[in-house]
C-alpha cells in the first residue's frame, strides 16, 4: 500500500471562479473545497458547466473571474506546475485508433517525462490496476466503448498523478461497465492514496 504524504494544503480550492464564452456564463462564482486523499463528487444535469468547471482546474482553459488553486499552484500562472502533478481524463478520449493500447501508454509517459524503464514499469503498474487485460497489445480501434474508457483512465494514471480529474467517467456505459469503473476509482483511492475529483450526472453514483 502506497500513502502519500500527509499534507493540510488543500488539493484544489475554488474561489468565485467563473468562466464566460462571450455572453455566455457556463461557470458562475463557484467555490469549493477538496481535501488530500478525497473522493469528491461533482453533480449537476448537463449545460451545468460540469466540464468547463473541470478545464479550468486542468488549466486547459482560463478563467474569466475568481481564482483556483490546485495541489497549491495557481492554475492560470502556474499552469505547468499543475499539469505535472495531475491526471485527467475527459468525456471524449483523444485516442489514436491505429495505435495499440501499449504504444498510447510508453507515448504518454515518454511525454510526463518518464525514462523508457519508467514508463515499462509504470505500464505494468497501471496494468494490474485497470482490468485492460491482452487488449493492450491490439489497436485501440478494436476496442469497446467500456475498454476505451478504462485505456483513457490508464494513461491518466501513467506518471501516478497525486490528483486525478475523471469527466462524467460512466457516461455511456454498461451497467457492468459502471461498476468495473468505480471499483477502480476506489481501489486507486484506497490503495494509492489518490485525490479523485468526479464529475457525474447521476445521483446515486454522487
Not at 491526471?87 to 518518464?114: I, P
Not at 487488449?135 to 483512465?153: F, N
Request: aromatic content about 4%.
Amino acid at each position: 500500500r502506497y500513502l502519500r504524504p500527509v499534507t493540510d494544503t488543500p488539493a484544489v480550492v475554488c474561489e468565485r471562479i467563473e468562466r464566460s464564452y462571450g455572453d455566455n456564463l457556463a461557470v458562475a462564482g463557484v467555490d469549493l473545497e477538496v481535501r488530500p486523499g478525497e473522493i469528491y463528487g461533482f453533480l449537476g444535469p448537463n449545460g451545468a458547466g460540469k466540464s468547463t468547471l473541470v478545464k479550468v482546474l486542468c488549466t486547459l482553459i482560463t478563467p474569466t473571474g475568481g481564482h483556483a488553486r490546485v495541489l497549491g499552484h495557481d492554475v492560470a500562472t502556474e499552469a505547468e506546475a499543475v499539469r505535472l502533478r495531475i491526471g485527467v481524463a475527459l468525456q471524449d478520449a483523444a485516442l489514436d485508433l491505429k495505435q495499440t493500447g501499449t504504444e498510447l501508454l510508453q507515448l504518454q509517459g515518454r511525454l510526463y517525462g518518464l525514462s523508457k524503464a519508467d514508463a515499462r514499469r509504470r505500464m505494468q503498474d497501471v496494468r494490474g490496476l485497470i482490468d485492460i487485460g491482452d487488449a493492450l497489445d491490439r489497436p485501440i480501434g478494436t476496442y469497446s466503448g467500456g475498454m476505451k474508457r478504462r485505456l483513457d483512465l490508464a494513461a491518466a494514471l501513467i506518471h501516478n498523478p497525486d490528483l486525478l480529474f475523471l469527466d462524467e467517467p460512466t457516461t455511456g456505459l454498461d451497467p457492468v461497465s459502471r461498476m468495473a469503473v468505480w471499483d477502480e476509482v476506489r481501489r486507486l483511492n484506497d490503495e494509492l492514496g489518490m485525490t479523485i475529483f468526479l464529475t457525474t450526472q447521476y445521483l446515486e453514483e454522487a
